[in-house]
């Protein structure tokens, strides 16, 4: 199975590419700085250098091009300003969906953020990232090709993994340390009867698998 993830250096997309490369998975990171490179080569995965904030469609579509799975695991993050909540975190995810459909690609991951909503009001930076992320994931639904999963976790923090959470529809706030996070989405790519849900998580007691398991084909 190869494996596309786009935002291939941020935190959790290598801390997924690792659990990927160690299931035995063909795995690729898109990457716009090559000094970046040895990172994903460290984790497993191959970089591929793509700057999907000025990319077209047909470019990202090639890269694409046999994929089975494709992740956006991208963000502007902290400290990015208005323009590059919807430069990355809204454009980069339609554009990724788009290319997705249009290269064939059926399994989708979007890795969203608790509260998303295109109807979000305010005009503070993080109320614009969650209109970005929701209009993102409201454009992914409408891709009839892609069989998508929206994860939406809640706080992130780098506390290690426990390998336990809570997943479901809604969860209601809570935080969720990235490991885990990654380790959820390492269980979707094996859990297509998750597509079509959006999913909300934090910390909780149901260990990942049994949590994956438990809402799919929900």
């Known amino acids: 199975m190869r494996i596309v993830i786009a935002g291939g250096h941020g935190q959790i997309a290598l801390r997924l590419e690792r659990l990927l490369a160690a299931r035995g998975y063909e795995v690729a990171g898109i990457i716009r700085d090559p000094g970046q490179g040895d990172d994903l080569r460290e984790a497993g995965a191959e970089p591929v250098l793509c700057d999907l904030e000025s990319a077209s469609v047909e470019h990202v579509a090639g890269i694409l091009q046999g994929a089975d799975v494709a992740v956006f695991a991208a963000g502007a993050g902290p400290g990015s300003g208005v323009a590059r909540k919807f430069s990355v975190d809204r454009d980069a995810a339609v554009l990724f969906a788009d290319a997705a459909e249009r290269a064939g690609v059926r399994r989708f991951l979007m890795v969203s953020s608790m509260g998303a909503d295109a109807h979000h009001e305010g005009d503070d930076v993080f109320d614009v990232y969650l ?10 639904r409408t891709r009839l090709g ?3 999963t929206i994860l939406r976790p809640g706080s992130l923090t780098n506390d290690p993994g426990t390998g336990r959470v809570r997943l479901e529809a809604w969860t209601g706030r809570g935080a969720v340390p990235r490991d885990d996070v990654a380790a959820v989405l390492a269980e979707l790519v094996d859990t297509p009867a998750t597509a079509g849900l959006t999913l909300e998580l934090i910390e909780g007691s149901t260990p990942i698998a049994v949590a994956v398991k438990g809402v799919a084909g929900n």
Do not use: Q, Y
């Open 146 to 148: 892609l069989e998508w």
């Open 131 to 140: 209109r970005a992320k929701g209009e993102a994931d409201d454009h992914l």
